[in-house]
């Protein structure tokens, strides 16, 4: 099993930037791929970013060139870097790892844009 541990999220402005953090840890062989996926009320679980073990990067349209992925393997944590948020960013964000066909989400962190 792997546990992933997700904080950084808060109440910010309109505009304003923050920083999600997501440390894997448990039994860790070969994460392939890292990422965050968010939750709105009332509407579906979609993809915000996702990064591989390489270093390949890939973003929601929503979000390109405001979110930046990023991770640190050694450490087995990835960040998403929130740039200019708008009020439709409010949403959970939920970071995911995926290692040898197993997928693994964690709790949550609650990101909240508004004035």
């Known amino acids: 099993q792997v546990q992933l541990v997700e904080s950084g999220g808060g109440l910010v402005q309109p505009g304003g930037s923050l920083r999600l953090s997501c440390a894997a840890s448990?039994?860790?062989?070969?994460?392939?791929?890292m990422g965050w996926y968010r939750q709105a009320p009332g509407k579906q679980r979609e993809l915000v970013a996702v990064?591989?073990?390489?270093?390949?990067?890939n973003y929601a349209d929503s979000v390109k060139d405001r979110f930046t992925i990023s991770s640190d393997n050694a450490k087995n944590t990835v960040y998403l870097r929130m740039n200019s948020l708008k009020p439709e960013d409010t949403a959970i964000y939920y970071c995911?790892?995926?290692?040898?066909?197993?997928?693994?989400w964690g709790q949550g962190t609650q990101v909240t844009v508004s004035s």
């Open positions: 995911s790892a995926q290692q040898l066909g197993y997928f693994y």
């Open positions: 448990g039994k860790i062989f070969s994460i392939s791929t």
């Open positions: 990064i591989t073990s390489g270093g390949s990067t």
